[in-house]
């Protein structure tokens, strides 16, 4: 069961990762993005502080865990996820947006060997390429008819390499920091020190009116369920048995299957082209994955050959 478990894990993490771009297609509405963030984060982090005062998990013992946790939770939930929203805000293509945010696995893996000992094989570099290439070809259509690059906003451009830098930082602090901080509490100080960030930029720079209609209920109840509580548990437990530049590669996978949902749910464009694309990045990320991944069972470790595809 722990080898099955490892093995789909990582398609189960993308599928709801992807979801995120459709519940804030649904959500934001409602709410301004800032305010809509900061509610999600707030009744994440009380879940998960319900969650581990009934499974008495230990909170950080030390102050500096804290800190670690509150520095990742404000870079991964507030920089990377405000930083996208306030971008396409700002007018900047949504496919523009994601591209730019896809380079996060050339970064892990360029961070990653100073920071943690990851050296990667030239088949694992060769799967970075092709997950980029995969990646840029999905996003053709969107990229081809976006006008001159030179009418983005600069701000909004900003914005999307803030979010793409924090959530390359991020995503190396939880693989280095991460495992001596217990999973639920830590996650809830994240989303804790995230939401205070969220809510005073809310009050700070927007209207705060929010529509409480079924739609945005039943939006915000994903994005917290689905995508606070199950894909971010479960992205920071592959970064436990993985590798950090394993587990980023699978963001290259989101831009395509966030494509397909949109549809099959809001009935938008799906070429041949970008159906290529997503096959040349699923390559990628099996050649950067196919490697020993580190999995930890009753204190001792056993590595298993992860052939995840995706």
């Not at 920071?115 to 088949?123: I, M, P």
């Not at 803030?162 to 280095?176: E, G, P, W, Y």
């Amino acid at each position: 069961m722990k080898r099955l478990l490892v093995l789909a894990a990582p398609a189960v993490f993308v599928l709801l990762w992807s979801t995120g771009f459709v519940g804030a297609r649904y959500g934001l509405p409602y709410a301004p993005p800032f305010a809509l963030l900061a509610i999600r984060l707030v009744i994440a982090a009380a879940i998960l502080a319900l969650l581990a005062a009934a499974l008495r998990s230990s909170w950080p013992q030390t102050a500096t865990d804290y800190r670690r946790s509150a520095v990742i939770g404000v870079l991964l939930h507030a920089g990377y996820l405000g930083g996208v929203f306030v971008a396409i805000g700002l007018a900047l293509p949504v496919s523009v947006t994601a591209l730019i945010v896809c380079l996060q696995p050339v970064l892990v893996a360029i961070f990653a060997g100073p920071a943690l000992g990851e050296h990667l094989a030239l088949r694992q570099w060769l799967g970075i390429v092709l997950g980029l290439v995969g990646a840029i070809i999905v996003l053709t259509p969107g990229l081809i008819h976006q006008g001159n690059p030179t009418d983005y906003s600069p701000v909004a451009v900003l914005a999307a390499l803030v979010a793409l830098i924090s959530s390359s930082v991020a995503t190396v602090m939880q693989k280095r920091y991460g495992a001596s901080i217990s999973l639920l509490p830590g996650t809830a100080v994240q989303y804790a020190a995230a939401a205070i960030l969220l809510a005073a930029l809310a009050l700070l720079t927007e209207d705060i009116i929010i529509d409480w209609t079924p739609a945005f209920i039943g939006a915000l109840a994903w994005l917290v369920l689905a995508l606070s509580i199950g894909a971010v548990l479960l992205m920071f437990w592959l970064l436990r048995i993985g590798t950090a530049t394993g587990v980023s590669s699978l963001y290259y996978l989101v831009p395509p299957v966030t494509l397909i949902e949109a549809y099959l749910l809001f009935g938008e464009q799906l070429s041949a082209l970008s159906l290529g694309g997503f096959a040349l990045a699923t390559v990628g990320v099996a050649l950067v994955r196919r490697r020993p991944v580190l999995v930890d069972q009753d204190s001792e470790s056993k590595n298993f050959e992860t052939d995840d595809a995706t």
